[in-house]
T-cell receptor, first 114, second 112 residues
């Protein structure tokens, strides 16, 4: 149980385009979902926290207009990187937590912006 | 921002040896967790230790927590080549709900 999936697992896009990444909790209802970014050989940095049906809370330094987060249902959250640039190339990981507050991590999405 | 610092940043050992990784943090916590990440993959949850616990075991893993020093250690005994991965500690801060803050990670290489 407690499986979180991400789609796509990897994506290559051109500079200036937008990319959407999906995070799904497959067998539980996720009251809260978290989005992290991880640069090569670095740790995970929390970008934002989203609760179903409400606006996401962004960490300091993360542009909310660039990284659009939608948490429309208890099993799906999406992260859209708008007007992507090469410096946005990174590994994006989501996690989902249920009523127990334990976080379950997705397998990550590698974004490469050319 | 990262709360935790881990050392060493990189560790290379021979199969069969023990590997010890340390994590320090700055604020009060509810619990501390250790995760493993294979290259380019997601996180695998290893063990959670609560703030009122001092030591916990799971198979070949032993975790200690010293809240007075705000530090934790992860010991992997009798290491195997398959243990090669990056290991991260993550703290669940007392005043931040269940938000996790990750340490910098230790890259462990176990040579066969």
């Amino acid at each position: 149980g407690a499986v979180v999936s991400q789609h796509p697992s990897w994506v290559i896009c051109k500079s200036g385009t937008s990319v959407k990444i999906e995070c799904r909790s497959l067998d539980f209802q996720a009251t809260t979902m978290f989005w992290y970014r991880q640069f090569p050989k670095q740790s995970l940095m929390l970008m934002a926290t989203s609760n179903e049906g409400s606006k996401a809370t962004y960490e300091q330094g993360v542009e909310k207009d660039k990284f659009l987060i939608n948490h429309a249902s208890l099993t799906l959250s999406t992260l859209t990187v708008t007007s992507a640039h090469p410096e946005d190339s990174s590994f994006y990981i989501c996690s989902a937590s249920d009523w127990t507050d334990e976080q379950y991590f997705g397998p990550g999405t590698r974004l490469t912006v050319t | 921002s990262q709360q935790g610092e881990e050392d060493p940043q990189a560790l290379s050992i021979q199969e069969g040896e023990n590997a010890t990784m340390n994590c320090s943090y700055k604020t009060s916590i509810n619990n501390l967790q250790w995760y493993r990440q294979n290259s380019g993959r997601g996180l695998v949850h290893l063990i959670l230790i609560r703030s009122n616990e001092r030591e916990k075991h799971s198979g070949r893993l032993r975790v200690t927590l010293d809240t007075s020093k705000k530090s934790s250690s992860l010991l992997i005994t009798a290491s195997r080549a398959a243990d090669t991965a990056s290991y991260f500690c993550a703290t669940d801060r007392s005043n931040a709900g269940n938000m996790l803050t990750f340490g910098g990670g230790t890259r462990l290489m176990v040579k066969p």
